[in-house]
């Protein structure tokens, strides 16, 4: 027969990995609103874009890089070109800060063999900093076939892919 203990321990364990499941999701998505991670997209002119993809405060710089590469040569292609060429690249920090403080909380618990009391006062904030990257990017038959910027979409896609699914967590 399992004993209290172990059966809290199992419930803690099992609420604990619930809660990492809920806390993850897909890094490469749309934003789905203003301030959101994932990528955007907007078209300025019919042959230029501004892509930009932002990460969550667990995605690193590089990645953020990589990921708004990879929606670049996706923009490119859906719309039947092979390259498209970065006019401009930006990557920025974004640093959020949360004050929880003050707080204080009174409270009491029991569960067979053990009870108590307490008290508990807090003052502070978290900091977290995410990266945002934002590319204007040319697309079209305008785009010249080689350049320092200027890259092959389906190369682009195909090298990044990899990266891409590993961070479908």
């Not at 569960?111 to 508990?120: A, C, K, V």
Request: with cysteine.
């Amino acid at each position: 027969m399992m004993s209290i203990m172990n059966m809290r321990f199992l419930g803690l364990m099992a609420l604990i990995a619930l809660l990492a499941g809920c806390a993850s999701g897909p890094v490469y998505r749309a934003a789905e609103k203003p301030g959101d991670y994932g990528y955007r997209d907007t078209m300025l002119t019919s042959q230029h874009y501004r892509v930009s993809f932002s990460g969550d405060d667990g995605t690193a710089r590089e990645t953020v890089d990589n990921f708004a590469m990879f929606r670049a040569a996706q923009v490119a292609l859906s719309h039947g070109y092979d390259r498209f060429r970065v006019v401009s690249q930006q990557t920025s920090p974004i640093t959020e800060t949360t004050d929880y403080g003050p707080s204080a909380a009174v409270g009491y618990g029991w569960g067979y063999p053990f009870w108590g009391t307490g008290i508990g006062y807090s003052t502070g904030s978290v900091s977290r900093t995410r990266y945002e990257t934002v590319l204007q990017i040319q697309i079209g038959p305008d785009v010249p076939k080689e350049g320092p910027d200027v890259y092959d979409a389906l190369q682009i896609k195909q090298n990044l892919a990899a990266e891409v699914a590993a961070q479908q967590r």
